[in-house]
């Protein structure tokens, strides 16, 4: 069964959906479905295993570190030499 939804957008916001929706040769309700769809999609997320086998093979390396104080004061002065 499928059910109605109702978008109220400002002019300026609709027409922009319009062209993107005319440049994706799709209507405006098939451009919404699948701009739906994405965001639902990437909402859901990764799931919990794959986000601990990428900490632990994160936590696997040797990365340079110190305190952070020192670490921020280095970025901040690479900001000002010219590479």
């Known amino acids: 069964m499928t059910k109605r939804l109702q978008v109220l957008l ?7 959906i319009q062209r ?11 451009w ?8 639902r999609d ?11 086998r990428a900490m632990r093979a994160g936590t696997a390396h040797a990365f340079p570190t110190g305190p952070i104080e020192e670490m921020l004061a280095e970025i901040e002065r690479g900001y000002g030499s010219s590479a």
Do not use: F, N
């Open 10 to 16: 400002d002019e300026r916001e609709l027409a922009e």
């Open 20 to 30: 993107a929706a005319r440049r994706q040769r799709q209507s405006v309700a098939e």
């Open 32 to 39: 919404v479905r699948i701009a739906l769809r994405e965001a």
């Open 42 to 52: 990437a909402d859901a997320g990764r799931p919990a295993a794959d986000k601990l």
